[in-house]
């Protein structure tokens, strides 16, 4: 019933930028919080950045003041943009978020399916 699919994501050199994307589809309302989560192999999954649906963010101290999260309500789109690319950010991203059904009382928390991201020379 509730689709997250990422996008964006791809192979960049060091100091290169990429915007991902999260688009939520479905009979839903409009998401409440959104995040973005990394995972790295043979590392634990990070919460990379949240935002709210008001539009406040967190970041992970790995990535503040290179990394930007941001929304369209009206799209139910999440963006990650990513400048300042270095290779410890390579990772598979994952997008999360708190969603109600229209049919359905009360939220439920859903996750997309990934996206890779590579930073490499």
């Known amino acids: 019933q509730v689709q997250l699919v990422e996008s964006g994501g791809g192979l960049v050199q060091p100091g290169g930028s990429l915007r991902l994307s999260c688009a939520a589809s479905?009979?839903?309302?409009?998401?409440?919080?959104m995040r973005w989560y990394r995972q790295a192999p043979g590392k634990p999954r990070e919460l990379v950045a949240t935002?709210?649906?008001?539009?406040?963010?967190n970041y992970a101290d790995s990535v503040k003041g290179r990394f930007t999260i941001s929304r369209d309500n009206a799209k139910n789109t999440m963006y990650l943009q990513m400048n300042s690319l270095k290779p410890e950010d390579t990772a598979v991203y994952y997008c999360n978020a708190d969603i109600r059904l229209r049919a359905t009382p009360g939220y439920s928390n859903y996750w997309g399916q990934g996206t890779q991201v590579t930073v490499s020379s």
């Open positions: 479905g009979s839903i309302f409009s998401p409440d919080a």
């Open positions: 935002i709210t649906s008001a539009g406040s963010t």
